[in-house]
């Protein structure tokens, strides 16, 4: 075997004998273990590139399979590790000859139609989009009424006699009953569990998360945050409404949908991933959009999690998106509210109007609580990582029902509060009305409203209760539990500030505490910057409040980062998601391509044997799904993806080896979209004996102009060319333009700053 | 000649001998003539790629040189022409070997000082800005107010006899001498005319305009406006605080002053194009920031304008300089109000509140203003081109004189106006006060203040006025004239609507059709989408009316583009700037690099001889920046600048050709940063008949992995690649790696969409 692949081998590399999966030397001497079943090929010498550059060698994949086999076949979930499970998408257009061919036919004016078409899905996104928060805001609204009545009535009863436990029951009996249907849909579809957030930043940022975009999703996910927010969970309606957005977009944008098996045969051009990540932008930013009637916010908060190339017009559609979102919903709420015409609701929460102003002398104050926050965000992620991982290594199935003990008990010890005071009515709507409405009564009822131990007491329990709820299997977001924590204390410290200093009662308007701490509490467990800003300000509809804000956020930020990491960062890393940051790790300029580069790679010849080709892709212990495309010296001269290659043995694309090129069947760019998103799996087609000895020619699809590097390109230019235009594969050549290596996300998400300078993280194929 | 090319020539078009210029095919069969001189290389073969790879060939440039100088020498400014005169801006690290030592010598605490000096450095320029803007406010605001006191003296002694003529001549003498010192500011630095915004679009998008960010520019800019404006031109001091904060940030970044020869030896590293960008992209946005109150404008006018890479920390310090400078102009100007910690003056500029709302039935009323605005600007814009070409083509230094001679001849009848209806007060203000106020007073004075003959009037003269105003050699934007304009016929529209519709006096309130009329105006001149609605969305300091703008400037866009282009991109076409726009043309996949590139290309060996290159770079015919670097098989091994072989040749790193190499002279990056930004020529470098015969080994210095594409590369690809990565050079090679071609901003910024198609510029020397 190690003779044949030196016979043909001509990369700089290969006169090695390759030893199993050991490829390129590692940056610190441990790990070498886990390298060894690392790399995305099996050590097995028959893909190697050596092997395809000779075409009629016979297949034989028996031997050496067992070395693939013997791998540990499951790894936890651990954020020391990168997961191979996740694959990418390819934000780089695939120019091959059938899709330039297509695009020289186009006529200007075919441009322009596509161009109008852009701003008709945006459109039909934006509506969507604000439909699905009016129905989320409209059916909890009811059900929280409902729920609020019956918990009304029942403590009214009980209020005499001042008894929690009957009160308590019947606030167990409404509940109850939510928890049980969102328990039912819990199991339809696990991933529309969460607040979809760091889903939806992963698929922008090129990994395609498993169903993360479907239609099923959609449903589930609505009806999860419906029951979950009315059945009176400490979580908000907000971080699913982009998750919902992404999925309308996915949806709309590509004329049809998998799961009905119905395709409009509209929108076919925007069947391909570049397209479909705009569209997505768009839909998440519609989401935000409606979510906080901010759509400058939803769009900043596009742009910083996700593109990474900014383009006038596409922000502009996004923005468009953004607005007809927030418009819907305004306009649809007004109705339902009976005042057509005025446009009230430009989100699912409003912060209401802040007419108060601040003074010079308290911005020193806004920071000291940023600081606050920061450390209350970090202690906040700290604990729910631990959860987390808590959750991932025990039983999580029983997580929901300890969930729903906590419940009970913090609603008996408050409930007792409230007795005790008398003044159970403020606080009682801020646990049994929707929190939103909680967070705006902390900001905007008068002085004097809430007394300080009450609020302790809800901060605490709160926090605690949102930090455990959060990552639970159920859909909800973070923005709103953190926001009424953050409320919830810095009203705390507004009410503080008004006793201690001299005329504080003047200046010191509660109110005002409250927003500036729920900015920095939320700041300090996102981490978001820019577009939480925007979003808080658009929220609070006044700007006079953006100098503060931005002060906040960035203490919060500073003094978070130097523990932890921000939340969403943290389940990315969990799931051990091959993501990509802004900028390579600033120390690793001393790695080059050479070093970070998969090698050896298996290539294909221009013209490849169908049997060849079907081993290489049925090879279950690889996973490679770009091949370069070689001539015969070996000089790169294309390259070629599995979904394309499926796509053609699909479509039975061959030749016969005696017969001329041009009995070959042609294949439209049709046939590629029809099969985008999910190619079937290689295990689904039969190709008969006959057929394994034709060949076929792969100069049409295959790309023909991929980007290369050489070899001594250093680990920041690599990343920065991948990471500017979207990459999946990026082949690393020779001075030769022979192919050496191929460099993919996992090989760049790899290297991290840890404490100790440049890390390098393990490779794992769960 | 041919012969020796034919010899060495490896290029699959080396084997034609290279007709004089005639490089790549035309796209259409015109334009042959002007492309004999269009190339960036003189024909002759002496710098040809084939006589660089034979190193000891003797120098013989005299011949054939007349052809190069035989070439038109002056060509009028023309929007079908490109000049070559303009460089580009490095976007893209030359990446080393001195680069990637330091680099990897550079610990992580190194690289945290960095990143800290960067934020510093960001509240500098947000301080600086403000202070500056806060400086100009009150200067103007006294002169103003001299102004307005002389005036008004005068007008009340002739109120009885309602003599224009003197209320006139009192005018005049007040703003002549501010034009006087106007005049004198002029001549002192011509860069510093008109808003700046286009050449800081240029800036940002890559190319060097000569002094556009140095002091002198700064301080003539900074005289010119406060004159201009307490003058009462009709323009703004809006526009230029852009350029004035894009100066700060070039200067602050750099740690020094090549006008004041004063190096404060800080901030070394961030001597080169791309840090210096990033910085100039925060100095815009604290600009705009500082001007109408609006940061998240700010920041989104860098991003929109300017940067194509989004990074989210580098937008977060884009931001943080925005609001440093939001919040000392504030802070400052509330001092000199008497009113210390109010922070009531968040910019320059500030709309006031505005407490009505709007109602659904006025968005389509909206949306006829936005057409109309786009119809207005579109007229604007065409009268304004042929304004700027008139004044091209002939004397221009007159120009200065008939403004202030149209300025008397609208002073005249518009105060007999007030005369006749005894209610000069509020227009008189509109006209002598600062624009500023007039705007604000349209927007809030109530209904009645004005009569509609009144307004119609002052549109018209108003909207010449500005039109034949933009464009001088004044220091002038052209925001807030357009904003005056709009508002005074938004609000002609609201009063008229007041007149005929039932009920119309209840809710058409004039102020709001102001504002509208104003973003309509706006965004019909210059037609910036999402930063403008952001920066209105910010100076009216409340989000409501955040979907009409929206829906205005969207239409006015749309209507506008119909006709003819913004100001901006009209001002940049006339002064035939290489401008890369966001995208190839929609129809130029026809096109490769095959088409695009130049070619043959000058190149040099790892290790040249002195002589050779001292010849090519002193060779007047050509104007080359960046020559591959190409081993004896003629690969392409690497990328080196102009401006790097200008500072080897200064420093003398020569080494004799029988000695080693180890004797060559070390020379620090440092060396490199020093001679940054401003290399000598040239001409001005000595190097002796014995030192042309030492060789130079580039090997050090070169960058070892530039970018490179195949020839078959479609042209979208390139442009991607081009604008992604902010490159300058893109190196076009054959299959073998060898060197065929050479792409630059002109190459690609020569396509552009017309009437007819893809249209192709001709390229002038100009």
Redesign the interface.
């Known amino acids: 075997m190690a003779n044949i692949t030196k016979k043909v081998s001509w990369s700089s590399r290969g006169d090695e004998p390759a030893p199993a999966g050991e490829g390129t030397p590692l940056l610190n001497g441990a790990g070498g273990a886990a390298r060894s079943y690392s790399r995305q090929f099996s050590g097995s010498g028959i893909f190697q590139i050596g092997r395809l550059s000779t075409v009629d060698l016979e297949e034989d994949p028996a031997p050496e399979e067992e070395s693939a086999i013997s791998r540990p076949k499951e790894i936890p979930h651990n954020e020391k590790l990168l997961s191979l499970k996740y694959e990418s998408l390819d934000y780089d ?1 695939s ?1 091959n000859q059938l899709f ?1 061919e297509e ?2 036919r ?3 004016m075919g ?1 322009r139609c596509l161009e109008i078409s852009r701003w008709v899905v945006c459109a039909l996104i934006g509506i969507l989009t604000g439909l699905i928060a009016c129905f989320i805001d409209i059916v909890v609204e009811n059900l929280a009424g409902l729920k609020y009545k019956v918990i009304k009535e029942s403590i009214l009863s009980v209020a005499e006699v001042c008894d929690p436990h009957r009160s308590q029951a019947a606030t167990v009996n409404a509940t109850w009953i939510l928890h049980n249907l969102l328990l039912m849909f819990r199991y339809r579809e696990p991933i529309a569990a969460g607040s979809g957030i760091p889903q939806i930043k992963c698929y922008l940022n090129g990994v395609k998360i498993p169903r993360v975009v479907r239609l099923k999703t959609l449903v589930v996910k609505v009806c999860g945050v419906i029951c979950s927010v009315a059945g009176g969970l400490a979580v908000g309606k907000e971080g699913p409404m982009i998750h919902s957005g992404a999925v309308v977009a996915a949806g709309v944008s590509q004329g049809r949908s998998t799961s009905l098996k119905k395709d409009f045969k509209i929108f076919e051009y925007f069947r391909r991933d570049t397209e479909k990540r705009d569209f997505v932008s768009a839909g998440a930013a519609a989401g935000v959009s409606a979510a906080f ?1 901010a ?2 916010g939803g ?1 900043l908060f596009s ?2 999690e996700g ?7 596409l ?2 559609r996004i ?2 998106a953004s ?1 007809i979102s ?2 819907t919903l305004n ?1 649809f709420l007004s109705i339902y509210h009976n005042k ?4 009230s609701n ?1 989100g699912l929460i409003n912060f209401g109007r802040f007419d108060s ?5 308290e911005i020193p104050l806004f920071i000291c609580m940023g600081a606050l926050g920061g450390l209350l965000g970090a202690l906040f992620n700290v604990l729910n990582y631990w959860l987390t991982i808590f959750r991932i290594r025990y039983v999580c199935t029983i997580s929901l029902f300890v969930c729903f003990q906590s419940q009970r008990s913090y609603v008996c010890p408050t409930l007792q509060l409230f007795c005790a005071d008398g003044e159970y009515n403020s606080m009682a709507t801020a646990f049994f009305n929707t929190p939103e409405r909680s967070v705006r009564s902390l900001f905007h009822n008068p002085p004097g409203s809430y007394n300080p131990p009450t609020l302790g007491v809800f901060t605490l329990t709160y926090f605690f209760l949102a930090c455990w709820t959060y990552g639970l299997t159920v859909s909800a977001g973070v923005f709103i539990p953190s926001l009424l924590i953050g409320a919830a204390w810095g009203r705390l410290f507004g009410i503080m500030l008004a006793h201690i200093t001299p005329y504080g009662s003047i200046w010191a308007d509660p109110g005002k505490y409250a927003l500036i701490g729920a900015a920095a509490q939320l700041g300090g467990i996102v981490r978001m ?2 577009s939480l ?2 979003i808080l ?2 929220a609070t ?4 409040y ?2 503060p804000i ?2 906040v956020l ?1 203490t919060a930020k500073i003094v978070g980062d130097y523990f932890v990491e921000g939340l969403y960062d943290i389940h990315i890393k969990l799931q051990s998601v091959p993501f990509l940051h ?2 390579a790790p ?2 690793s ?2 790695l080059t391509a050479r070093e970070v580069m998969s090698s050896p790679v298996t290539c294909f010849n221009r013209v490849e044997k169908v049997g060849t080709i079907v081993d290489v892709l049925s090879n279950t212990s690889t996973n490679h799904n770009g091949f370069p495309v070689v ?1 015969r010296p070996g ?1 790169i ?1 294309g390259l070629i993806l599995r979904s394309q290659l499926i796509v053609l043995l699909k479509h039975k694309v061959f030749v016969e080896r005696t017969r001329s090129r041009l009995n070959q069947r042609k294949l439209q760019l049709k046939d590629f979209r029809d099969a985008y998103p999910r190619f079937p799996p290689i295990q689904s087609i039969h190709v008969s004996q006959d057929e394994r000895e034709c060949m076929m020619d792969l100069t049409e699809f295959m790309n ?2 991929p ?4 070899q ?3 680990l920041p ?1 690599v990343f ?2 991948f990471r ?2 979207g990459l999946r594969h990026l082949v690393v ?1 020779d ?3 022979r192919v050496v290596g191929l460099v993919t996300r996992k090989d760049l998400a790899r290297y991290h ?1 840890g404490k100790h ?1 440049l890390e390098e993280l393990q490779l794992a194929q769960t």
Chains 1, 2 share one sequence.
């Open positions: 257009n120019e330039l695009e020289r186009m006529s200007y441009f009637g759509p400058v769009v742009l910083e593109a990474s190339f900014w383009n006038q017009m922000t502009w923005f468009f607005m927030t418009f306009f057509t015409g005025e446009l430009p102003d601040y003074n010079l002398y910057t820019l800003t925007v300000v658009e509809g006044n700007v006079t953006g100098f931005m002060l960035m802004w900028e600033a120390t300029h001393a001539t000089k001269c023909p102009t980007y290369t590097v050489t001594e390109t250093s230019r920065k060319l500017a235009l050549v001075s030769e333009n700053l300078g």
